[in-house]
């Protein structure tokens, strides 16, 4: 069974320029969920999709953020214009269940703004 | 005052030492509490996962939850090169699923 897969690994992209991130979640998984790292934080939560449905997005910064989930499939993150304070690791998380905590990762990815 | 404490390291063990991580908390509706292992430049996985108070055990893994302390742990026995890696704790409410998460310690155990 393939994991979590993300796109791209790494982005490095000027400030005001636009990034649109991509996650693959477990098929099967319902559930999509994205989280962020910046330097020297603790891992925060932006949002939560059941199937194409926006269950949460309390965790979204501003509204230069924008996620979508066309058809309950994949997911798409786009910043834009990015900030400078945008940069992290973005990581996607997929699971069955809703209500456990056991969320599947991706392996990130990673935004540079410059 | 964060809502998860964790001393982020790094611990630095010798080999076939048991280890004890552990995490700290101030919301009282946390219910779920689970640990997850991330390597160098890879996702979180999920380790141990933990609903209300006891003890859980798996392999070489214990994981333990004092609702009244408000306090978690990790132990790992026996430990090997390759448990070297940031271990990260994570809570979460009953009807609410944001994971809040530690800041992660950074373990490494010495061959």
């Known amino acids: 069974e393939a994991g979590v897969t993300q796109f791209p690994s790494h982005s490095v992209i000027e400030k005001g320029q636009t990034v649109t991130l991509r996650c693959d979640p477990i098929?099967?998984?319902?559930?999509l969920y994205w989280y962020r790292r910046v330097m020297g934080k603790e891992i925060k939560f932006l949002l939560h999709?059941?199937?194409?449905?926006?269950?949460?997005e309390s965790g979204m910064p501003n509204n230069r953020f924008l996620a979508e989930r066309t058809g309950g499939t994949y997911s798409t993150l786009k910043v834009q214009p990015a900030e400078l304070e945008d940069s992290g690791v973005y990581f996607c998380a997929s699971s069955r269940d809703r209500g456990t905590g056991e969320l599947f990762f991706g392996e990130g990815s990673r935004l540079t703004v410059l | 005052q964060k809502e998860v404490e964790q001393d982020p390291g790094p611990l630095s063990v010798p080999e076939g030492a048991i280890v004890s991580l552990n995490c700290t908390y101030s919301n009282s509706a946390f219910q779920y509490f689970m640990w997850y292992r991330q390597y160098s430049r890879k996702g979180p996985e999920l380790l141990m996962y933990t609903y209300s108070s006891g003890n859980k055990e798996d392999g070489r893994f214990t994981a333990q939850v004092d609702k009244s302390s408000k306090y978690i742990s990790l132990f790992i026995r026996d430990s090997q090169p390759s448990d070297s890696a940031t271990y990260l704790c994570a809570m979460m409410e009953d009807s609410n699923y944001q994971l809040i998460w530690g800041a992660g310690t950074k373990l490494i155990i010495k061959p």
């Open positions: 999709f059941v199937k194409e449905s926006k269950q949460d």
């Open positions: 098929s099967g998984h319902d559930n």
